[in-house]
């Protein structure tokens, strides 16, 4: 990470890092908004944070976007071009309007979990009406508890 990088990039990153497998949409933008002091967010906020990602990438990373079966949700990861780990089969690539290059993959098995065409724009607008749910509620995380997966601030 280098100073400079977007605060989603070094959140994804940091997260990677420590051996996780990724973040949910609606974390990330609930953690940007605890970090800039801002008490209540928006599908607004969450498609400009989804466009910077999109837009906006950080040069030798990709983005991944998948399932994650521990939380039931779709999960951001960030992984080097190079990387092993990099999704290369079954996802579909986006790429930034101004480069060829993919900024973000998106592993199709989301649109069989959601039931919906495997279509990147299709796939980006049920991630924003998931995540949208959650962030109008201020239901930033999902942690387990004994009565399994719970929605809260946990920030």
């Keep these: 990470m280098e100073p400079g990088d977007p605060e989603w990039f070094t ?4 997260w990677i890092d420590r051996g996780s497998y990724g973040l949910t949409l609606p974390f990330i933008v609930g953690a940007i908004a605890y970090h800039r002091g801002k008490e209540e967010m928006d599908r607004g906020d969450i498609e400009s944070l989804l466009n910077d ?12 976007i998948r399932w994650c079966l521990d ?16 999704l290369h089969d079954r ?3 986006i790429r930034s309007k101004d480069s060829s290059t993919t900024s973000v993959v998106i592993e199709d098995n989301l649109a069989a979990e959601w039931r919906i065409q495997a279509n990147a724009q299709v796939l980006l ?6 995540s949208e749910e959650h962030v109008q ?6 942690f387990w508890s004994e009565d399994g997966i719970q929605f809260g601030r946990c920030l």
């Design 53 to 64: 990602i999109i837009q906006n990438p950080v040069e030798g990373y990709i983005v991944h």
């Design 11 to 14: 959140l994804i990153k940091s």
């Design 91 to 93: 996802c579909i690539n």
């Design 137 to 142: 509620k201020g239901n930033y995380s999902r």
């Design 125 to 130: 607008e049920a991630l924003l009406d998931k």
């Design 71 to 86: 939380y039931g949700s779709a999960v951001f990861a960030v992984y080097e071009t190079d990387s092993p780990y990099r």
